[in-house]
């Protein structure tokens, strides 16, 4: 059975509204099994996404299309075991975060 969080896309429209990921690097902190950056990945330059929880890394890493294996990165870390260098990130994503 696949489950289907967000079936309207309510909660990535939202975060359309506030966020502008078209040629960003982004840094996505508590992206679980990836739901949501698949959503918006496509037209990030590059995504590198983080969680602590290493089954849902390990699920989004399964779950990762080809097309975009070139552009997104999935890691087990929190957010204070982090460290990127400033100039290598356009925008910060907390998801499921806080």
């Known amino acids: 059975m696949t489950k289907v969080i967000d079936p309207e896309g309510t909660q990535l429209a939202g975060i359309r509204q ?3 990921f078209p040629a960003k690097r982004v840094l ?6 990836g739901r949501l950056t698949f959503g918006y990945a ?5 995504v590198d996404a983080y969680d ?6 390990a699920e989004a890493a399964r779950a990762l299309p080809e097309t975009l294996r070139e552009r997104v990165r999935f890691a087990v870390a ?12 356009d925008l910060v994503f ?3 975060s806080l």
């Open 18 to 20: 506030l966020a502008d």
């Open 28 to 33: 996505e902190i508590g992206c679980g099994d």
């Open 42 to 46: 496509h037209e990030a330059a590059s």
């Open 52 to 57: 602590p929880d290493a089954e849902a890394i």
């Open 78 to 89: 929190s957010a204070a075991e982090i460290d990127v260098p400033r100039s290598s990130i």
């Open 94 to 96: 907390f998801s499921w």
